[in-house]
């Protein structure tokens, strides 16, 4: 059973900068390409950025130059660095895992998304 949890989130003025993670109980064998998304009080659910385990790494315009993606292949681990805070930047965040590939074998959709950990910039 794959879960996500994520952390890090928190109350953080602006022009602060905050890093969260995202951690993915997958097999010891299976690898996990991961992104991370946000949704603001009554906005949609926007993408930010993914990594995956070629090294590829993609941002959303408004995400690039103050946030940075990084992906521990090892442990699946995903993490979020938010630089530069600003207001607009009040949303829950989620991660989620794009795909696995387990044993070697071919990458499987996954679509799997964690709880959320909730960033507010006063």
């Known amino acids: 059973h794959v879960q996500l949890v994520e952390s890090g989130g928190g109350s953080v003025p602006a022009g602060g900068s905050l890093t969260l993670s995202c951690a993915a109980s997958?097999?010891?064998?299976?690898?996990?390409?991961m992104s991370w998304y946000r949704q603001a009080p009554g906005k949609a659910r926007e993408f930010i950025a993914d990594?995956?385990?070629?090294?590829?790494?993609n941002y959303a315009e408004f995400a690039k130059g103050r946030f940075t993606i990084s992906l521990d292949k090892r442990r699946n681990i995903a993490s979020l660095r938010i630089a530069s805070l600003k207001r607009e930047d009040t949303a829950m965040y989620y991660c989620?895992?794009?795909?696995?590939?387990?044993?070697?074998?071919?990458?499987?959709?996954?679509?799997?998304w964690g709880l959320g950990t909730q960033v507010t910039v006063s």
């Open positions: 989620r895992i794009d795909r696995t590939r387990c044993g070697g074998g071919n990458w499987q959709f996954s679509g799997r």
């Open positions: 997958v097999d010891s064998a299976c690898d996990a390409d």
């Open positions: 990594a995956d385990h070629d090294g590829d790494i």
